[in-house]
Every structure is written in structure tokens, then in C-alpha cells.
């Protein structure tokens, strides 16, 4: 295998993404507009998932407002499960690649409680060996910064040369950065894709 590590983002590759995302499924279920939960998103989340605020105590502050009428743990809970659907085909191709050789990571901008629900279900080689999450790291993969500690927690260069490193992420932008970093990075659109690229 050409390559020693893989770095595989969370939504839009390994969960499923569109009509499949908690503001989506919440909308859907409970008739809560998406636009009363856009500010939201815009505006304290970005916090939560740079570490600098609990997603609990921002969703306390708006859920109200939104007309959701159970508790926040409830809304959270929904979200970790509901609104976190797993792609298990991707998920068993990591499994082969793990098998072939490769250690496989996660890497995700998300807020605390998802990053270890993520961990939880996925990580301690199941078969990601870590998930890296930007609430615990402090920043975001549009940061170099990122992909230095991520780089530096597997090895560095004397373990994992960067051209060994495989990044795969559904935005330009983080792959844009990944490949600045000197790592090689694809953006996904699909698993037969992704088959080809590393075949």
C-alpha cells in the first residue's frame, strides 16, 4: 500500500450527509425550521467546536426558541445517535485498510461530545485508532495548525514521511490546507472513488 496512514474525515464521508443531518432530521421530525437554527451554527457553535464553549449550556440558551419541548440531553442524545448515521460500507473499507497495514484516523471539526461519541463507537481501532476532534485540539482543518499536531501525534517525519499521509475530506477548503501541509489529500465524492484513488 502506498500509504501508511489515513486521515478520514466524519461528515459527508464515514456519516452520512445530507438529508441524513441533525438540523435535516430535526426539521423533518419535529417541523423546527432550519432557519430558526441557522444562527445557531453560525454563531456559538463555532465555539463549541473550537473547545471554547459547551454545546450543552449554547443549546439550553436557544432550544426554546426553536419550539423543541424535551430537555437538552434529550436533543443531544438524538443527535449523537439520529443525526449521527454511519456509512457502513466506508466504514468496512477502513476496515480493510486497517487489515492491509494502514492506521486509520478520524479527523473532524466537532464539538466535545460528539468527538468522544465518535471516539466511543469508531475509535481504539474499531477501526480508527484515534479520532482527532477540533474542540479537544482548539482548532479547526482550515488551520495548518491541525494537521502539525495530527502530524506530530502520529509520528512526525521520522515515523510517517507526509507523503505517506492520506487525507480524505468532502470540503475543498480543508483539503486545500492538507495538501499545503504537504500531506496527500483528496476530496471525496464517493467510495468507488476513493477505491481507485488508493488501488
Known amino acids: 500500500m502506498r500509504y501508511d496512514v489515513i486521515l478520514c474525515d466524519a461528515d459527508g464521508v464515514i456519516v452520512k450527509a445530507g438529508e441524513f443531518m441533525f438540523s435535516q432530521q430535526l426539521s423533518r421530525e419535529y417541523g423546527i425550521p432550519i432557519e430558526k437554527m441557522l444562527p445557531f451554527f453560525k454563531g456559538s457553535f463555532a465555539l463549541c467546536s473550537l473547545g471554547q464553549a459547551d454545546l450543552k449550556e449554547e443549546l439550553a440558551k436557544v432550544i426554546g426558541g426553536w419550539g423543541w419541548t424535551g430537555t437538552v440531553d434529550e ?70 495548525g491541525f494537521f502539525q499536531a495530527v502530524h506530530e501525534t502520529i509520528g512526525g517525519d521520522q515515523e510517517v514521511p507526509k507523503t505517506r499521509v492520506l487525507f480524505i475530506d468532502d470540503d475543498q477548503k480543508n483539503v486545500d490546507t492538507a495538501k499545503a501541509f504537504g500531506f496527500d489529500a483528496h476530496f471525496y465524492t464517493n467510495l468507488p472513488d476513493l477505491k481507485n484513488l488508493i488501488a
Not at 448515521?85 to 460528539?114: M, P
Open 75 to 144: 436533543l443531544v442524545e438524538y443527535w449523537l445517535t439520529k443525526g449521527t448515521q454511519f456509512d457502513a460500507e466506508v466504514i468496512e473499507y477502513i476496515g480493510e485498510l486497517k487489515r492491509a497495514g494502514a492506521r486509520c484516523y478520524i479527523t473532524t471539526d466537532n464539538e466535545r461530545y460528539r468527538g468522544e461519541f465518535l471516539k466511543e463507537k469508531l475509535g481504539d481501532g474499531k477501526p480508527f485508532e484515534e479520532v482527532f476532534y477540533s474542540a479537544k485540539m482548539g482548532v479547526k482543518k482550515h488551520d495548518l
